[in-house]
């Protein structure tokens, strides 16, 4: 994945959890969006239960899972060279058994049994509670495949084992699947229908999180503003449900007010916001508690109105400006991140200097910026082709990111002597000597350490920046503590 942003959080999860009395032993690695992660926790907190501690050293696992992504080719790609790495381990271990979860999981199905011989158990993202049945199977020496899509299941019962966790910001998961059919995208078709988690148990979940000592909680789906909970079921049967249900239901804004007040000194921060379904409400929300960090990820993919309509987006340049005008009067220093796709099919010179006099009109905080990858299945890859050469996406991928690259230090440096509140999750990656934290604005913050620690919030005063990082020293706590 291209990406300008220092120090955020990529690659792999490698977990510590341990009961006692349990034998068997776990390796469990995820690929892909923050879901996938989260979504391991959900995995780790179910064979918990049937006897699996977690383990960092492959080698001596007894159940190797791998959480898979199928966003883009290569984010498959790299799926399939761990594959081979686990083939290398399985000649020393010859017990040890294999799972794939997650996208890839979905889309290939028993095939993945086929192609990759390594592989002993298929499972799509829905069926992690079938998990003790599928491991039963493997182990009686059968193979195991489930990849049933529910319109139900959000997880919502299972208290997730916070894996690789630095103890301080957590994700909780509110919706699942999407609706929203972008043609590019792959996601439909792995995750299913778009539901949306009890709010009960959402707020259950953050005050046990607030409990256990958490200062941050990201509420997570694939497209969080169209979160809408009226006693179960699917988004898209709203419709049907009984009026007391319409009258009692919860939408986003709605759930976003409920954590903001259940915890007042946690940080709520959410993600990903679509630009179709993002309300005022949402926004105004935002401005009435500090709690609710002042950052939103708004992922555009085009700035051509034509190719906005070929992706299936439902909004047209225009209206997203309306809508970034709308949150720059409502919240003045809320930050704004995007997603970008350079070279969907027919996109011409023309259409890339739209999306460049979009980002210049943004003059976003951060991005996460990509070539199209043409994924089977799905409308792009049935009624287009892919005719954009690779060259001409790379080319327009690194114009791209160079806009960014300066939009982003335009941006870090809008912070430059003013001193600002950050909660550190940790040791900075470049110098032991410094915290790293985020702002409101996520932006990340690197400070010398003197006496605070991890989970402190610290107002730091900003002297110096790179495109995405700020450099300051802590002048006391804030009143958050
Ligand atoms: N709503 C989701 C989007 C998931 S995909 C969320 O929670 O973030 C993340 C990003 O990957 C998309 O916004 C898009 O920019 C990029 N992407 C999706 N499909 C792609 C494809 N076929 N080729 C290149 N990039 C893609
Ligand atoms: Fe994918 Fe579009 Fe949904 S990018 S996840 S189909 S909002």
Redesign the pocket.
């Known amino acids: 994945m291209e990406k300008i942003i220092d120090e955020k959080q990529q690659g792999n999860t490698l977990v510590m959890n341990e009961k006692e009395g349990n034998s068997r032993k776990l390796y469990i690695e995820s690929y892909g969006?923050?879901?996938n992660f989260s979504d391991s926790e959900i995995v780790a907190s179910i064979l918990t239960k049937e006897g699996f501690n977690t383990t960092q050293q492959l080698e001596e696992a007894d159940l190797v899972l791998i959480n898979t992504c199928s966003?883009?080719e290569k984010a498959e790609q790299t799926v399939r060279k761990r594959l081979e790495k686990f083939n290398a381990v399985k000649r020393i271990n010859p017990n040890m058994k294999v799972g794939v979860l997650g996208c890839m999981a979905e889309r290939l199905k028993s095939k993945f049994l086929e192609e990759e011989k390594i592989v002993d158990m298929v499972v799509g993202p829905d069926a992690y509670k079938d998990l003790p049945n599928l491991l039963q199977e493997i182990d009686e020496g059968r193979n195991a495949v489930n990849v049933i899509l529910s319109k139900e299941e959000t997880y919502g019962d299972v208290a997730p084992v916070r894996l690789n966790s630095n103890g301080v910001s957590a994700f909780v998961s509110i919706t699942r699947g999407?609706d929203?059919m972008?043609t590019?995208?792959?996601?439909p078709f792995t995750r299913g229908r778009e539901r949306s988690r009890d709010p009960q148990s959402i707020i259950e979940e953050i005050n046990e999180l607030w409990e256990r000592g958490y200062k941050e909680v990201t509420l997570?789906?694939?497209?969080v503003d169209s979160y809408l909970w009226y006693g179960g079921g699917l988004k898209k049967d709203f419709e049907k449900a009984t009026e007391i249900q319409k009258a009692t239901s919860v939408n986003f804004a709605g759930l976003l007010e409920l954590a903001a007040q259940a915890q007042p000194k946690m940080r709520f921060r959410f993600?990903?916001s679509?630009p179709q379904d993002m309300t005022l409400d949402v926004i105004e929300t935002m401005a009435k508690y500090p709690n609710i960090c002042k950052y939103i990820?708004l992922?555009v993919?085009s700035g051509s109105n034509r190719i906005l309509k070929e992706m299936n987006r439902l909004h047209t340049r225009e209206e997203y400006f309306e809508l970034i005008d709308n949150i720059r009067k409502i919240i003045p220093d809320c930050a704004i991140s995007h997603?970008?796709?350079t070279g969907f099919p027919t996109e011409t010179e023309e259409d890339h200097q739209d999306t460049l006099s979009l980002m210049e009109y943004v003059k976003y905080d951060f991005g996460?910026?990509?070539?199209?990858?043409?994924?089977p299945g799905?409308m792009?890859a049935r009624k287009m082709e892919d005719d954009v050469p690779e060259e001409v996406k790379k080319r327009r991928l690194t114009e791209i990111i160079n806009l960014q690259q300066k939009h982003g230090l335009l941006r870090t440096r809008e912070h430059l002597g003013r001193t600002e509140e950050v909660l550190i999750e940790g040791s900075s990656k470049k110098s032991d000597e410094y915290w790293m934290g985020r702002n409101t604005q996520n932006t990340v913050v690197v400070f010398p350490k003197e006496h605070y620690k991890i989970g402190d919030f610290v107002n730091v005063k900003i002297n110096d920046c790179t495109a995405a990082t700020l450099i300051g020293e802590a002048v006391g706590y804030s009143d958050n503590n």
């Open positions: 969006c923050q879901m966003i883009r999407c929203n972008c590019f995208c792959v996601v997570l789906g694939q497209n993600s990903t679509n990820h992922p993919q997603d970008m796709i996460f910026m990509f070539a199209y990858s043409e994924r799905t792009a």
